[in-house]
């Protein structure tokens, strides 16, 4: 079968799950207190950290599902973000909603990009920035953003734990193909 260009963002969807996966539970072997201590992080902690990214995952996905095709996978309820809500917005302060609010939003990726068409991200991508400015690029330019993103934070959460004495375990990409 042959390969388009949006399997590779099919694969990117499923790594995503996989390391979000391993990384929350990794997470679970600290306490509240210390998943939420200021370790000098951009966003201070790991909680804060992964609060970051379902913020961005939240609203990278806004902006996709505005762009001229409707997504089952996207509903509103799930993009909704509260107002004024910033990049270093603590959406959910308990471990349970954000760790369930992470999950409910990695199936909605992967459903999202399983049904996206496939000429989806060679297409025009229209929006505002978090500044308001108006951009547009391709779409792939953003998807690539989109889970680039994910990967930088993550990898910045996995440092976090490693000086927390926790260690999340092999999360190389090629790890999900070859175990």
């Given at each position: 079968m042959a390969q388009t260009f949006s399997d590779n963002y099919r694969f990117l969807a499923r790594y995503n799950r996989w390391f979000n996966e391993r990384l929350y539970d990794a997470c679970e072997k600290l306490g509240d207190e210390e998943?939420?201590?200021?370790?000098?992080?951009?966003?201070?902690?790991?909680?804060?950290?992964?609060?970051?990214?379902?913020?961005?995952?939240?609203?990278?996905?806004?902006?996709?599902?505005?762009?001229?095709?409707?997504?089952?996978?996207?509903p509103a309820d799930l993009l909704a973000l509260p107002a004024g809500a910033r990049h270093a917005t603590v959406l959910h302060q308990d471990w349970a909603g954000l760790r369930s609010q992470r999950a409910r939003l990695d199936a909605a990726i992967e459903a999202w990009v399983a049904e996206m068409p496939d000429d989806f991200v060679t297409r025009a991508m229209r929006y505002s920035n978090t500044r308001g400015v108006p951009r547009a690029h391709p779409m792939w330019q953003a998807m690539t953003?989109?889970?680039?993103?994910?990967?930088?934070?993550?990898?910045?959460?996995?440092?976090?734990?490693?000086?927390?004495?926790?260690?999340?375990?092999?999360?190389?990409?090629?790890?999900?193909?070859?175990?």
């Open positions: 998943r939420k201590r200021d370790r000098g992080a951009f966003f201070g902690s790991i909680h804060g950290t992964l609060n970051h990214l379902v913020w961005a995952d939240t609203m990278w996905l806004g902006r996709f599902a505005a762009q001229a095709h409707a997504f089952a996978a996207l953003h989109f889970f680039n993103h994910q990967t930088h934070h993550r990898g910045q959460v996995t440092t976090l734990l490693m000086q927390a004495g926790v260690d999340v375990g092999v999360t190389d990409l090629i790890a999900l193909v070859n175990p």
